[in-house]
């Protein structure tokens, strides 16, 4: 696990390790997300980035006669 120090500016440095593993980029957008008293960053990702995400799922569920 990693720690990181507030600055007085309120920013933080996400450590180099981090930013590899998860290929962040400089100017990437983040949502900060809070949870009870956890705070956690979601790297944001182009629509096109998430094409073929559910490729493979099964989309066939018992439907009622009048919503075939």
């Not at 007085?8 to 400089?26: S, T």
């Not at 629509?47 to 009622?64: F, W």
Request: charged share 25%; hydrophobic share 40%.
């Amino acid at each position: 696990m990693e720690t990181v120090t507030l600055s007085p500016k309120f920013q933080v440095v996400i450590p180099k390790r981090v930013r590899e593993h998860l290929g962040l980029k400089p100017g990437q957008k983040l949502e900060v997300v809070q949870i009870g008293s956890r705070i956690e960053l979601v790297a944001q990702q182009p629509a096109h980035a998430l094409r073929g995400l559910l490729r493979g799922i099964d989309t066939t569920v018992p439907r009622e006669p009048d919503r075939v």
